[in-house]
């Protein structure tokens, strides 16, 4: 039997799909039920202030760069989503005097234009320009240009990058749809019109060029846009599972800015149990052997229903 038809978009996946009491389960967390959601592989951590979770966001940066040598070079996969952490980390790297000269970096998606190539980094909305305008343009001692890898339409370059060099964290954050970069539910068509991939199948999936969930071209356009979704690409090009694999932890950082209370729950309590379902993509790091979720007490909310 067919599973239910997602109350957001019929024609797509995503957690809307998933039976009624693992929604029911998520939103009855408390603060104190999340920090008790760790487990070996899975950690849950709370900030009290957000000072402090940026300042811890930035700091993965330093500790991914600073061992880093040239027979053992090592680096850190980054978002645009927070961004409150990279001019902290500038400030780091600058005062400490990080040497970041065997440093490398991956963003981890972009936005693809209708022309079917990456958008140009004069694009608003481009990552990698936001990524060198906030962070790496303003280091005093630069990172070589060769060791800054950007997701492009042509993924066989980036894809190389991962060989041979040390990813020590993959930051992200959490999207509406509950994703990571831009690892989105599919459609609901085709051999996955009853039932989405299974988890196996998604996480074989490397970068590549994916067609974006209406929710989250709302969701850009509401943090990034002022609301335009007439701006916002619908297609993009993000780091795969494959590539997620390879880093040697993974590191969710949810300050309550971009995923909503029930989101910041849901996708906590079906990797701590073990739960895998690709309509819920975030759900499938349930499988990777180091997670954590970074949380800011503040930005939790509440799920009990209040009327605005």
């Given at each position: 039997?067919?599973?239910?038809?997602?109350?957001?978009?019929?024609?797509?996946?995503?957690?809307?799909?998933?039976?009624?009491?693992?929604?029911?389960?998520?939103?009855?967390?408390?603060?104190?039920?999340?920090?008790?959601?760790?487990?070996?592989?899975?950690?849950?951590?709370?900030?009290?202030?957000?000072?402090?979770?940026?300042?811890?966001?930035?700091?993965?940066?330093?500790?991914?760069?600073?061992?880093?040598?040239?027979?053992?070079?090592?680096?850190?996969?980054?978002?645009?989503?927070?961004?409150?952490?990279?001019?902290?980390?500038?400030?780091?790297?600058?005062?400490?005097?990080?040497?970041?000269?065997?440093?490398?970096?991956?963003?981890?998606?972009?936005?693809?234009?209708?022309?079917?190539?990456?958008?140009?980094?004069?694009?608003?909305?481009?990552?990698?320009?936001?990524?060198?305008?906030?962070?790496?343009?303003?280091?005093?001692?630069?990172?070589?240009?060769?060791?800054l890898h950007f997701p492009k339409a042509d993924v066989s370059e980036f894809v190389a990058s991962w060989d041979g060099v040390r990813c020590r964290v993959m930051q992200g954050g959490q999207g509406d749809i509950k994703h990571w970069a831009f690892n989105d539910p599919l459609r609901r068509e085709g051999k996955?019109?009853?039932?989405?991939?299974?988890?196996?199948?998604?996480?074989?999936?490397?970068?590549?060029?994916?067609?974006?969930?209406?929710?989250?071209?709302?969701?850009?356009?509401?943090?990034?846009?002022?609301?335009?979704?007439?701006?916002?690409?619908?297609?993009?090009?993000?780091?795969?599972?494959?590539?997620?694999?390879?880093?040697?932890?993974?590191?969710?950082?949810?300050?309550?800015?971009?995923?909503?209370?029930?989101?910041?729950?849901?996708?906590?309590?079906?990797?701590?149990?073990?739960?895998?379902?690709?309509?819920?993509?975030?759900?499938?790091?349930?499988?990777?052997?180091?997670?954590?979720?970074?949380?800011?007490?503040?930005?939790?909310?509440?799920?009990?229903?209040?009327?605005?």
């Amino acid at each position: 039997m067919p599973r239910k038809l997602s109350k957001i978009s019929p024609d797509w996946w995503d957690y809307t799909t998933l039976e009624d009491g693992i929604i029911r389960d998520a939103a009855a967390l408390s603060e104190k039920d999340l920090e008790q959601l760790s487990r070996p592989g899975f950690k849950v951590v709370m900030y009290d202030t957000l000072e402090d979770f940026y300042l811890a966001e930035a700091l993965e940066y330093i500790d991914a760069w600073r061992d880093a040598t040239a027979d053992n070079p090592s680096g850190i996969c980054g978002p645009i989503g927070p961004t409150e952490q990279l001019p902290l980390v500038v400030r780091l790297v600058n005062e400490l005097g990080i040497d970041v000269s065997n440093a490398h970096f991956w963003g981890m998606d972009e936005w693809i234009g209708e022309d079917g190539k990456e958008v140009s980094i004069d694009h608003p909305l481009s990552f990698e320009r936001a990524d060198r305008h906030l962070c790496f343009d303003r280091f005093k001692s630069k990172i070589p240009d060769s060791q800054l890898h950007f997701p492009k339409a042509d993924v066989s370059e980036f894809v190389a990058s991962w060989d041979g060099v040390r990813c020590r964290v993959m930051q992200g954050g959490q999207g509406d749809i509950k994703h990571w970069a831009f690892n989105d539910p599919l459609r609901r068509e085709g051999k996955y019109a009853d039932e989405p991939p299974s988890p196996e199948e998604y996480r074989k999936l490397g970068t590549r060029i994916v067609e974006l969930h209406p929710i989250t071209l709302a969701q850009n356009a509401r943090t990034s846009g002022g609301g335009n979704i007439s701006m916002v690409p619908s297609k993009a090009v993000t780091v795969g599972p494959v590539e997620t694999w390879k880093a040697e932890k993974v590191s969710i950082w949810q300050a309550g800015t971009h995923d909503n209370p029930l989101g910041q729950r849901l996708t906590a309590l079906m990797i701590s149990k073990g739960i895998t379902d690709s309509s819920v993509p975030m759900s499938l790091l349930a499988d990777h052997p180091n997670v954590q979720f970074n949380y800011y007490r503040g930005g939790l909310g509440s799920c009990d229903v209040e009327m605005h």
